[in-house]
């Protein structure tokens, strides 16, 4: 099970801790090592990104950010964290429960985990979904500018 801590981190999987904001690559990436292969990725704005496969999920994750805009502040160490179901898995639960205030997110219809957040969802989180179940949670350490 993952559990979105959204102020912390991402509680990882039995025994293998959390993935908190704020630590640096290397201990983020051995951390999700404990329960899955690292993958580096890319993601703009960031010094380092990575990714990993988990029971029909995959996590993201970046760092040591920077907006050269001056639009955010400078994040180091973990800013983001992101977890996506697989495209062959949205037509009913995920196998591995993704949990924010002992809710499977993926685990119920979108509608239902709606109703169930009425109380409102962090402004560093976001859901998004195009079917009956939700496919992806992110959250980061700064809130997510409303989109215009």
């Known amino acids: 099970?993952?559990?979105?801590?959204?102020?912390?981190?991402?509680?990882?999987?039995?025994?293998?801790?959390?993935?908190?904001?704020?630590?640096?690559?290397?201990?983020?990436?051995?951390?999700?090592?404990?329960?899955?292969?690292?993958?580096?990725?890319?993601?703009?704005?960031?010094?380092?990104?990575?990714?990993?496969?988990?029971?029909?999920?995959?996590?993201?994750?970046?760092?040591?950010?920077?907006?050269?805009?001056?639009?955010?502040?400078?994040?180091?160490?973990?800013?983001?964290?992101?977890?996506?179901r697989g495209p062959f898995t949205l037509t009913g639960p995920s196998a591995c429960p993704v949990v924010l205030r002992g809710i499977d997110l993926f685990g119920y219809p979108a509608a239902e985990v709606s109703d169930a957040l009425s109380e409102g969802l962090p402004p560093t989180l976001r859901l998004s979904g195009d079917g009956l179940y939700l496919t992806a949670v992110s959250f980061h350490t700064e809130p997510i500018p409303v989109e215009s």
């Open 1 to 84: 099970m993952f559990e979105l801590l959204p102020e912390v981190g991402l509680r990882l999987p039995g025994r293998a801790g959390t993935l908190r904001f704020g630590m640096d690559e290397r201990t983020a990436q051995w951390a999700v090592a404990t329960v899955a292969d690292v993958r580096d990725g890319w993601v703009c704005g960031a010094r380092w990104a990575f990714s990993a496969q988990y029971q029909g999920l995959t996590l993201d994750a970046y760092g040591d950010t920077t907006d050269r805009h001056g639009r955010h502040p400078d994040a180091p160490g973990v800013a983001g964290i992101a977890l996506t």
